[in-house]
């Protein structure tokens, strides 16, 4: 790191930078060995009708823990994934581990992946779910894919194509964080989501009274009714926002009010004892 590769004010944040590089280079590193090293895992979050506070899914969240970091956050770990399409075979191991998982659970019970804009753009996409659901032995209707709206931004077309591909084989598809990117109603309009998950900051506001994520919240489910789509509120915590998103009609709810993310066992664990609905 020599003097004159920065100039002016920048070199004063520079050795602030330089640490922050360095920490995501190992990261990196250790992220590319995570896989073999059997260092990830998937929790399951629950996901509740909104109505009769009954489980209907479980979303799968990947969880990193690494022999030299310990837990990492994925809000760390996913957008170093992505930026080094590392995304690709670990969102695979994910698609593959929670079908496996979610073949188990009784037949009414469905399973939510997530899954990054580089595994959507990549050609072998839809051939990887259908080997996931042959393998499992899960019917192609109990798994959903979550996706965001960033997928539509750097090719909409082949990201399209894919979408249509994952629907002809029964698939629900589920547009995450709603309201946090770009909403464009034009993507609403060709594509059947089969739910638009509306983002957690939504939920907080309703709470607190914010006249504009009521009328937001509102305003998407009126819209999601009206187009056939679900409507999932995501981190209800308290009793409060569940309330709130009850009054303005979501249809089903996610957050540590019903659950928080949990392990493959406890989740089967919750659906062998029904009665006891809330764990959080
Ligand atoms: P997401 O898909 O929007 O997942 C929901 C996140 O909100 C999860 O964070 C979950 O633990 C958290 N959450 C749920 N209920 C509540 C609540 O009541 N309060 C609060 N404060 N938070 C709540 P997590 O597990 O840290 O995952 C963060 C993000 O990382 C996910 O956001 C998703 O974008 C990404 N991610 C996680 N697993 C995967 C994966 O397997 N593949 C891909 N591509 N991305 C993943
Ligand atoms: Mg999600
Ligand atoms: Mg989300
Ligand atoms: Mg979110």
């Given at each position: ?27 990196e590193?250790?992220l590319r ?47 170093i994934a992505e930026d080094t399409r590392l995304i690709v075979p670990i969102g ?24 990054s804009a580089e595994q959507?753009l990549d ?158």
């Amino acid at each position: 790191r020599s003097k004159d590769e920065g100039g002016g004010s920048h070199f004063a944040y520079e050795p602030q930078m330089h640490a922050h590089a360095e920490e995501r280079r190992k990261l990196e590193f250790a992220l590319r060995h995570a896989l073999e090293r059997d260092e990830l895992e998937l929790a399951y979050q629950p996901v509740v009708d909104a109505e009769t506070e009954e489980v209907l899914s479980f979303e799968a969240l990947m969880r990193w823990n690494s022999a030299e970091f310990g837990r990492v956050s994925p809000a760390k770990f996913i957008p170093i994934a992505e930026d080094t399409r590392l995304i690709v075979p670990i969102g695979e191991w994910a698609l593959r581990r929670a079908c496996d998982e979610a073949a188990r659970w009784p037949s009414n019970i469905r399973v939510a992946v997530n899954v990054s804009a580089e595994q959507m753009l990549d050609a072998n996409f839809a051939s990887t779910v259908v080997s996931a659901l042959a393998s499992s032995g899960l019917a192609p209707e109990r798994l959903e894919l979550e996706v965001t709206e960033s997928i539509f931004l750097r090719d909409g077309g082949a990201a399209q194509n894919t979408l249509n591909q994952i629907q002809t084989l029964g698939c629900g598809i589920a547009l995450d964080d709603f309201g946090t990117g770009y909403s464009s109603l034009g993507y609403l309009r060709n594509n059947r989501f089969t739910t638009i998950k509306i983002d957690r900051s939504f939920v907080t506001g309703a709470a607190k009274d914010s006249p504009e994520s009521l009328a937001i919240i509102r305003a998407v489910v009126a819209m999601c009714d009206a187009l056939g789509m679900e409507t999932t509120a995501e981190g209800v915590e308290s009793e409060r926002e569940l309330e709130r998103i009850r009054q303005l009609g979501c249809t089903k709810i996610q957050g540590f009010l019903f659950g928080r993310p949990m392990g493959a066992l406890e989740a089967s664990a919750l659906l062998e004892s029904r009665t006891e609905r809330r764990i959080a």
